[in-house]
Nanobody, 123 residues
Framework: QVQLMESGGGLVRPGGSLRLSCTPS????????MDWYRQTPVEEREFVAT???????TYADSVSGRFTISRVCAKNTLYLQIDSLNAEDTAVYYC?????????????????WGRGTQVTVSS
């Protein structure tokens, strides 16, 4: 099973920036969607941003205009540029990849998750 590995998290002051990366340990075919989610100890995992394999990006209202999702297709590496950080952005950030193909008439989908990278915003 291919694993996703996030990196780039850390401690940053309010107003600062980070660039998160997500790298698969192997090849993932038939990718449809690549996402970022985040979770705090007291809240459920929430959607942050998604990027379809066709290149369409969608963002949660709370991060729109401050976060940018992108990828390097050749390596299936996913990035999240996060700017103008505030304390509410403190969370563990997870990347997710959804793939879909068909074996005959039967859909074959897979979900891949990373273990997360901690982002802490504090002065």
């Amino acid at each position: 099973q291919v694993q996703l590995m996030e990196s780039g998290g850390g401690l940053v002051r309010p107003g600062g920036s980070l660039r998160l990366s997500c790298t698969p340990s192997g090849t993932i075919d038939y990718i449809k969607i690549m996402d970022w989610y985040r979770q705090t100890p007291v809240e459920e995992r929430e959607f942050v941003a998604t990027l379809t394999y066709g290149g369409a990006a969608t963002y949660a209202d709370s991060v729109s205009g401050r976060f940018t999702i992108s990828r390097v297709c050749a390596k299936n590496t996913l990035y999240l540029q996060i700017d103008s950080l505030n304390a509410e952005d403190t969370a563990v950030y997870y990347c997710h990849i959804y793939s879909l193909t068909h074996k005959g008439w039967t859909p074959d989908s897979k979900d891949y998750w990373g273990r997360g990278t901690q982002v802490t915003v504090s002065s």
